[in-house]
């Protein structure tokens, strides 16, 4: 007899994929407000746009320092106490923060070292929660479950800030204390979800491999498939590449007379053309051939890059920005697909946290040297430069693996 196959639950459907959603996009919205408040509590208490650039420095170092040691937690320690620990330790240093600033007794290095410490919970937060995916989506959506993940970060993007900078209006420590509510919810999701966020673990070897070598299997494991592996460096040029692009177009705005009201607009063009994208990605998916998708924006983007710096005016930069977001969501979502359905459990966090921190590690190199470069030479010269790291790094997708890429579910492992 035939086996009979229980039929597909849709994503909106899957209670466990819609608790971890709804509370990371609780959760977002809380970082979101915070992220903007804590430059604005910085800038108010100092006037230097150095603290505050201080306090976001610190924030990414200790995200990158992080995250190959909690890849190798996740696929060690039990995720969701992770998961948990994680988000009701940042609601208790928030919900301290809002104390302080509310007391008047915030100081600077508390300031700052309050930022650090929730980014380092950030940090071990993220490789538990990207590597449970696979264990409450089937294969076949995972791809569908990313674009929500998409979506869902463009949107609290969006509206984040400016609730944000209301709150920060109201009183500068509502936004500290709606974002510690936020991870407290969120927390308290994730204690209803039902399936274990892990497969069930083999007895531990009498010998364990070096620390050092454990928390860096997942790069050993991306370099060692081909498909992975060239993707990933392709990807790497592209944040290298996109990773101080924000910073020319604002930079380029305002060389061209645009006020600060109008930069605010065209940024919104943007950041919608990347919702949109986002909302659309699954249905662009479906239809689109991976392989088309990847190698047909890799080459679209050195072009579009570079017609930012020619095109005249400030909207048809904007225009031009809208149409690269609009696509990034879909890749985002099939490039992670590949990692969550091609990567057995027992590596999903380090897998995951390997891509990360490679991408992390190279990607603060760009607003220096693009905006360096800017100062120096002009918009022009900044894009050219964009465009080309884009076009060498183009040249990985020619490939064989990448001009033969399967679906995300037809690479599935457990």
Known sequence: MTPVTAPVVPLRRNRDFQLLWSGRAVAGLGQEVAGIAYPLLMLALTGSAGYAGLLATGQIAIQVLVTLPAGLLADRVNRRTIMIVSDLSRAVILGGVALAVYGGWATIPLIIGSAVLSSLFHGIFNPASTAALKQ?????????????NEARMRATGLIGPPIGGWLFGIARSVPFLFDAITYLLAGLALLFIRKPLQAPRESAPAVREPAWRSATAGIRYLFAKPMLRNL????????????????????????????????????????????????????????????????????????????????????????????????????????????????????????????????????????VALGTLFDAWGATAAFAVMAAVALLAALFTLTRPVRNLPRPEEVAVA
């Open 232 to 367: 990933l460096l392709w990807s790497m040029g592209i944040n290298l590449a996109l990773g101080g692009f924000f910073l020319v177009e604002i930079a380029t705005w305002r060389e061209r007379g645009a006020s600060e009201s109008t930069v605010g607009i065209l940024a919104a063009i943007g950041t919608l053309g990347g919702l949109s994208g986002a909302l659309l990605a699954p249905a662009i998916i479906k239809r689109v051939k991976p392989t088309h998708l990847v190698v047909g924006l890799a080459w679209a983007l050195p072009v579009l890059m570079m017609s930012m710096g020619l095109l005249p005016g400030v909207y048809p930069l904007a225009v031009v920005a809208a149409l690269v977001g609009f696509f990034l969501p879909a890749l985002n979502s099939v490039g992670w697909a590949y990692i969550a359905s091609g990567t057995p459990d027992e590596l999903q966090g380090r897998v995951g946290a390997g891509a990360t921190f490679l991408s992390m590690l190279i990607s603060p190199i760009a607003p």
């Open 136 to 148: 409450l989506v089937p294969a076949a959506q995972i791809t569908s479950a990313q674009a929500q």
